[in-house]
């Protein structure tokens, strides 16, 4: 089987013509979604909503806005919904149209693609494998010295690793005195609310972007959003296309924010599941399980290719990590699911091994 990597967990499609199986007979853990499913309060939303797709949606998602507003205690007035995170991030590079912006390796893949798009020189801070590819603030801050825009990712994809409220909080501080934007994406965050800088840090120079799939496992209807200084919330607003937020999204991402018992459940599942399946992942592989405090892990060991072509032979896929910059063929990627699942996962390894 010739497995071939894509930029990108959870294609379906592709991962299943490769298994040479129908696509819902594929175990998915290369794309990380919360495995308790979409809040009950969602998928009622977007079957009562169904009779509204005969009228556009509101251009700006207003009823969107006001619920992240209320759930996350920012203020409205600062806030852009968008068709997920992915739309935002690019967004922001045509907004501020940085000369030069710094990245780390290994990162999310679309940063470095936006950049580009946007005409900006990248300044790679490659993360050390021997400190566990984990981002150091004191470095961070020093390489964003001659650089007008920053990208952090926390926790960072695929690596896991988050830095503290406090850790990103001092490198916020530092980039407003660099004069550099700092985009801050916390896609994953919602898994560790305790790292989030949402509603507790307010820089001019400090924009904080969010996924609403995640966490409310609602990655076909693209959701994110986008908290703005002020003083730039007139330019992105020019310059973001109308009816990014589709009605049935809007209804349903509105009704998760609501549920709390959801919010909570999940994170007590994630806090337990987590430390449990990487044990276990190590102990049956003798692969390194890189620390995490998310919904994924990643894995590094000469036998991935191997372990990647084996399990989708037996249905099963996991992410590829040979192509982030900064890692290599050895290095993987698992999201962590349901007990069951996980437990299928690592029968389907002893099978291989």
């Not at 990208?151 to 530092?174: F, K, M, Q």
């Not at 994406?185 to 904080?208: K, M, Q, R, Y």
């Amino acid at each position: 089987m010739q497995l071939t990597t894509t930029p990108h967990g959870g294609n379906l499609r592709q991962l299943a013509a490769q298994a040479g199986r129908p696509e819902e007979e594929l175990l998915d853990f290369s794309a990380s979604i919360n495995p308790l499913g979409m809040p009950p309060a969602a998928r009622q939303a977007i079957i009562d909503t169904i009779d509204r797709l005969g009228h556009y949606p509101d251009p700006l998602a207003g009823q969107l806005v006001a619920a992240i507003a209320e759930a996350y205690r920012v203020n409205p007035e600062l806030l852009l919904a968008g068709n997920g995170s992915t739309e935002l991030i690019y967004l922001a590079l045509r907004v501020l149209k940085p000369r030069r912006v710094l990245l780390t390796a290994p990162g999310f893949g679309e940063y470095e693609r936006a950049a580009r798009l946007a005409g900006a020189e990248i300044k790679w801070l490659r993360l050390s494998r021997k400190k566990e590819f984990r981002i150091e603030p004191a470095p961070f801050i020093a390489a964003m010295a001659d650089c007008d825009l920053a990208l952090l990712c926390n926790p960072n994809n695929p690596t896991g690793h988050a830095l503290s409220r406090d850790e990103v909080t001092t490198i916020a501080d530092a980039a407003k005195s660099h004069r550099c934007h700092l985009l801050l994406d916390e896609a994953f965050a919602d898994f560790c609310p305790e790292v989030s800088l949402l509603g507790h840090c307010h820089n001019t120079h400090l924009l904080i972007l969010r996924s609403l799939t995640k966490f409310y496992a609602l990655p076909g209807l693209r959701l994110g959003f986008l908290l703005l200084p002020r003083r730039l919330r007139a330019a992105f607003l020019a310059n973001k296309e109308p009816w990014s937020v589709n009605t049935l999204a809007e209804a349903a991402a509105g009704a998760a924010l609501t549920d709390e018992e959801f919010a909570h459940r999940s994170r007590r599942f994630m806090a337990e599941e987590r430390p449990w399946l990487a044990n276990e992942l190590a102990r049956h592989t003798g692969a390194k399980v890189y620390p995490a405090t998310a919904n994924y892990l990643l894995l590094e060991t000469p036998q991935a290719p191997a372990l990647l072509t084996g399990l989708l032979r037996q249905g099963i896929a996991l992410r590829d990590c040979a192509n982030f910059r900064g890692l290599n063929a050895h290095f993987l990627r698992t999201a962590v699911r349901s007990r069951r699942e996980n437990q299928r996962l690592l029968a389907a390894l002893a099978v291989i091994l």
